[in-house]
């Protein structure tokens, strides 16, 4: 039996590893990475709270979040790709037109 | 520490953890990515712990074996030889580290608060594939449509982006 807030203190610890390399890589398709790590670390929070409650649904709502991740992928690095037609390399920190 | 469930469980956080933070802090993206691989495999075992073997086979056939598939695809399609010279992180990288801390601190604190519902009556058919697949299909079919709409919407979204502009 595995202690519900092992699982949470976890689920904490990925997403917020995720969220630094998500503000601090450079690289866009690592910060897409980054951002599968953030959703990942929402499923285990999902199946800690399934396992804990006894209550299936908790895996379907991991299953839905697999799928948009699924569709961030393609829409990400769709946009990556007509980004990186249109410029030289995929650093972030080029892509500055929307910024001011 | 004799419940061998629990030392499995401390050594797949532990993988999960190391593999996460080399996999954003390492130079070169195939490294990363390939750190995410071992992410998602030692995700996988955790969810295998709890019970939900369906999300620890969906996570390895779609997570492991599709989209970090594709991440890879579309990196060694790309070939960026310069992404791997250039700095890795922006300059404003220690502020970063502090808003994922502050995060992990907030989260870690909130574990503390006496919110959490009391675990469910034990339910051995609870995790398996059958009473998912009873759930998603006849009390959460509406939500199951409309992700099988999203992914339609992502599909045509990507086409739309990555086609090539033509004159007629």
């Not at chain 1, 910060?31 to 929070?45: F, G, Q, W």
């Not at chain 1, 569709?71 to 249109?86: K, M, Y």
């Not at chain 2, 075992?45 to 709890?50: A, N, P, T």
């Not at chain 2, 992700?147 to 502009?165: E, N, T």
Request: aromatic share 10%.
């Amino acid at each position: 039996m595995v202690p519900v807030g092992a699982c949470l203190a976890l689920s904490a610890v990925l997403f917020a590893i995720g969220l630094f390399g998500f503000l601090s890589r450079r690289n866009l398709i690592l910060m897409l990475v980054s951002v599968e790590i953030m959703l990942n670390a929402v499923n285990v929070s999902f199946a800690a709270f399934s396992h804990h409650l006894s209550e299936a649904r908790g895996q379907v709502m991991a299953l839905f979040v697999i799928a948009v991740a699924a569709g961030e992928a393609a829409i990400g690095l769709g946009l990556v790709l007509a980004l990186s037609r249109n410029r030289q390399g995929v650093n972030v920190e080029d892509v500055t037109q929307l910024k001011w | 520490m004799t419940n061998p469930g629990l030392i499995i469980f401390y050594y797949l956080a532990a993988a999960s953890i190391a593999s996460a933070a080399l996999a954003v802090t390492r130079h070169k993206p195939i490294h990363s990515l390939l750190w995410v691989l071992s992410l998602f495999l030692h995700v996988a075992g955790i969810f295998l712990l709890m019970g939900a073997e369906f999300l620890a086979a969906v996570q390895v056939i779609v997570y492991a074996g599709a989209i970090l598939i594709f991440y890879l695809f579309f990196m060694m399609l790309l070939d960026l030889p310069r992404e791997a010279a250039a700095p890795r992180f922006s300059a404003h990288w220690p502020l970063s580290v502090l808003a994922g801390a502050v995060f992990a601190t907030l989260i870690w604190r909130a574990q503390d608060l006496p919110w959490l519902p009391p675990p469910g009556a034990p339910n051995p058919t609870s995790g398996n594939l059958s009473s998912v697949g009873r759930e998603l299909f006849t009390d959460l079919a509406v939500p199951f449509e409309i992700v099988s709409l999203v992914l339609l919407a992502a599909i045509v979204g990507a086409v739309v982006m990555a086609k090539r502009k033509t004159e007629p």
